[in-house]
């Protein structure tokens, strides 16, 4: 019951046409839907559900909306009860106000960022069907990813002026929508500020992740690949395309994905996610990466962290 | 809520140390506990809770139960009642009776195959512990299998005889334990009699399988490696110890995942089982293997399949 | 100096235009000229002569002849008069008379074998180019080949009769073209009968293989892949494509390699083979497989070798 | 003939033990010898000469020699009668002044680099034998190494001053040791200044490469590794042993290596490099990196790359 994955990331972009270009040929999406507004819709070649992504024609990159998949159509009557019972705002809202989708629910998270709830997603099944499969379909493109696997976001954090948006944000979706924190990073002379928080509601080790900025914003979008092979093809990819620089190939300690940076034509962060990690269970033991292990947490292969920093950042 | 995972299997064994010698050289677990009756508990680096193996020593192999952890203690109050308003036979037993856990619930499935319920086990973490951890130990053995993935059990089937313990193990995880079946096996003349079914309860593609057979019994129970290589490297360690004869690797159409199985020194069938395939959703479509497909479902890169067939049934 | 590699084959194929489409599809050559008598000419990607296969149309599948490549032109003048000081019998043949190539020699293998020696064939460089080229170039089909790694031949072994082809072959090559012995198998009562031998001349663990049979013939021809990963992707290709049945991928304890095993339509079986295993340098210690450790040898990784041995053979 | 590979280097370190702590327990070699100077030989699992690294002590961290096995005991003569012919100062010496080899030559590259050719090694095999051997040895450490795969030396590089001793050494071992160019990396005005070579005598894309620098020196040694898992493995050795900054996995565009850095205790830079790349075969064409294309040469999927020229250089 209740949120069952990310469903989908709103983007703007800056050229919805070269976002395609990007998104088909280097990540390997689909093209599924397009609409009056000049917006694109787009999968992956293993996901159902007709859109995991949403590219919205604007003049600067970043996010416009999250949108989650939630279980049944029950569980939005159930959720918005709760929300007007702790007096939080939320909008309910008519089938395909949410394009494909039937009714749905909107509300923001402390730190700003719009979410989406949905029960209902038109579906067109994965590319290999659903009668006697093959594992994989032909014609793959670029890194032929998987599915959407999660987000980060940036959220405003400012200790001195007691704003941490990271911490708020973790707490409002553990209480409100039983996600589960399965990895934390903290910091500050008690050792007690979240500064980076990894939380799930699938059997994942993240489905959602916040990490400290300046202001709200979003980290990245990830898509699942299945091994380190395929972090490699996937950096192959991008680097045969002479497409944007990006971070190279490198295990995060934090969920111990193995992972490939690079960026959309507009600037929006991707990357490609390799590997299970681990099944992010409710019981599983919730993990902690101290200050001074930060980078090995971010970055567990090393190299020039301090380059890594800076354009991390 | 309810049932999170398989949590562990109890096997019967006829030698408790050559089968400790197998399931800790060969396959990579640890030895956690042991008990005046000669049982031994094991788990994988990757699992935190205590064990996820009970071997007890006996004159033959099998499975005499298998655990399955739920997610919270009051869902097994509401498991029992549900069971007790459907006239389903459960019996409750106080904490310890099943080892290192708290109270439990005993139950049968259709085929006979004897479960159990508990909220609480005794937790020992994973090897890399929850501070700063790395992503894998030091002086992993054999496999290095993460955790215990899945089991599949031998329903009777017996059409002719209007017996299909398959069918009726499905429809009862599916109604009364909520488990989402994500893949089947279909036969008979009208294409709708169920011969192999896998169901799951976290994301992935499945946490049990039942598969037809004359009488009750085990298939087989399967270990997590993270990929392809993985299982190489498994298949080294088996022939590099000149151990039982097993099935080389392969990948299954079913699940798509990258197996390599071996036998423990009594005979209980392993599989070492690597990627994760897939996200094992509720919304997912439900894949429907037909008759004619059946063997590249089951080893979906051919090869000799009668012979396969032979051994593997 | 001398035989560099082996340059190509010539196989006999039933039926051109299927035999290219599996060439092509399958295992991702391309063709790169046509002869009037139907005659097909293939290289793969990372080849930069113009072909390394030779489809001739017949009407049984089999092996017609093996091209060996020689350093220098002067090695072809070296070669022709060593045979000929050692009385045995050699051809020289015009430019052309091999298709595409300079002046070759023409002689046969105590086997029967036809070989071809020569040191020029028109190139058209590889795939990726000499100029800033990139690792793998777009537009791969199938398995995406390297390159043709090496061939087995069978010899004519008939012990009982004092008839085993394997050594004259073996003993052949290292004495009148410097081949260097890496693996052997050997059998028989005083455990010194030849029965599998493995030879090089580049430093990869074997670019010609003689294995027993009845009479002579073709065993298979391998294509280089990079690593076990790309084996997978080559069984699945031949899966998804409902090709010939086959052997699942394994390990040859011989050489090491990373193995899978498909047939061409007219039956001609073609091996995957992936890795480098090891470097066949000149003074690496020569690899004995005793009588009992044969299966190991050809299947390390084991399974139903009876099985595995009735189709092998 | 002539050249067989890279056979040894005798590195300089400044502490003889945390060398061979790195050189065992993170690249997985074996010490086989100690010799009364304190000086130290070791060998990876996957090579049977005694030594391919000797480790002696001294105040800082470099280069002392490198050693080229030859082929036959005559080739040694054949080569010293060149070296005289061409009035290039060599100087031969008895057996077991190099330790534990036949008698040897010495000279000087123009670069300055000391070279020495021998014929004879003692040898204890490999790890798994040469009888019915297991692909590995059970017990590998740290990134398992298989051999000693190339080194890397920085050569005097001035061209105002018309000093380029990467062209020179390039010239002096085509010339006079029969070593094939692969790859080069050029620049200048026309285009044509040799600034980095990578030569081979085995089939594998290069033994020794030189690159530009202020002043002779070592770049690096390299270990073979089999494939992209395997570096990610030796990366995660390494992250896990929180030992010396390093480069991050990438794949190098020269040779096409997959290719992983670290340095030992002393400041020598290690690569661990997997894959076979290609056959650096006598007649493939020479492959040549434009200036504009050198930073993909080098580090092929990009990132912050003027960080990592700075740390390469």
Redesign the interface.
Known sequence: ?GV??LGHVNLRVMDVEQAIDHYVNIIGMTVTQRDPDGCAYLKCW?E??KYSLILTPTDEAGIIHIGF?V?RDSDLDAIKAHFESERIPIEALDANVLPLCGRSLRFNLPSGHEVWLYAEKE?S??AVG???????P?GLKGAGA??LDHLALVCEFNPEQGVNKVAENTAFLQKHLQFKLTERGVAGPDGDMLVAAFLTR???PHDIAFVPGPSMGLHHIAFFL????AV?KA??V???ARKN???????H?MT?G?T?YMFDPSGNRNETFG??G??G??????????DE?VE??L??????????ME?YT
């Open positions: 019951m069952m994955r293993d159902w559900d998949k279980e579906t099944g994965t659903d009668q006697n499969p093959d594992p994989w032909d998987h599915w699938t059997s994942t299945e091994d380190w092979n490699l950096a192959d991008v680097a045969k620089p990006s971070l190279t190939p490198n295990r300690g111990r193995l490939y590997g299970i681990y099944l269970q409710p019981d599983r033991p919730l993990v902690t990466w101290t292990h090995r947490g970055f567990f292969l090393g190299g020039d962290n301090k380059a890594f354009i």
